[in-house]
């Protein structure tokens, strides 16, 4: 199965609201990374987290890492219109350095 | 920069013809990848390269599929004879090094086989 399982698998906001999404994955890994996909076009890296960071923030985004449960979170806060898209983790394994595995992703919806 | 360029952006093609992707990387990146992305498995990883040679190529589905990358700027993926299962959207992507780095992904070929 795959490396990052998300969770929610969607979720729909007001916009100004805070958005959280979860990420969980299996094995040991290097990094662990978050992309957004906007329908209908390619991903987009938001934010980088390694090994042997807690907590990584980039505008209104906060990302943690918790590498003792395996697992992810990626925090949107004062939510816009425009942040309506997918959002995956992909995790770079410490096996398999260069290669990321997605999570099917969670769709967001924030309603004007 | 213009960023990673595929082409075509759409393809429709009937059962058993074959099919070429192309991906030009963003220059002076040094590996690149191909994924596949459908609605049942998600964003699968097919093939990655790095300085133009083969690193894993794991994820290809089976001997239908080949990808070549004969230099630096350019790279394609070949599906021969292609099958209704094939349908989906692949994409490229390229990174600076070959691991713990970002990837920037191009738009993507959505692929129809009828």
């Known amino acids: 199965s795959q490396q990052g399982e998300e969770d929610p698998q969607a979720l729909s906001i007001q916009e100004g609201e805070n958005a959280t999404m979860n990420c969980s994955y299996k094995?040991?890994?290097?990094?662990l990374q978050w992309y957004r996909q906007n329908s209908g076009r390619g991903l987009v890296h938001l934010i980088l987290?390694?090994?042997?960071?807690r907590e990584k923030h980039s505008g209104r985004l906060r990302v943690t890492l918790d590498t003792s449960k395996k697992s992810s979170s990626l925090l949107i806060t004062a939510s816009r219109a425009a942040d309506t898209a997918s959002y995956f983790c992909a995790t770079e394994a410490l096996s398999n350095t260069g290669k990321l595995i997605f999570g099917q992703g969670t769709t967001l919806q924030v309603k004007p | 920069d213009a960023g990673v360029i595929q082409s075509p952006r759409h393809e429709v093609t009937e059962m058993g013809q074959e099919v070429t992707l192309r991906c030009k990387p963003i220059?002076?990146?040094?590996?690149l990848f191909w994924y596949r992305q459908t609605m049942m498995r998600g964003l699968e990883l097919l093939i990655y390269?790095?300085?133009?040679?083969?690193?894993?190529d794991s994820g290809m589905p089976e001997d239908r599929f080949s990808a070549k990358m004969p230099n630096a700027s350019f790279s394609t993926l070949k599906i021969q004879p292609s099958e209704p299962r094939d349908s989906a959207v692949y994409f490229c992507a390229s990174s600076l090094a070959e691991h713990t780095d970002t990837q920037y992904f191009g738009p993507g070929t959505r692929l129809t086989v009828l």
């Open positions: 220059s002076g990146h040094n590996s």
């Open positions: 390269f790095n300085n133009n040679v083969p690193i894993d």
């Open positions: 987290i390694r090994s042997n960071e």
């Open positions: 094995t040991s890994i290097n990094n």
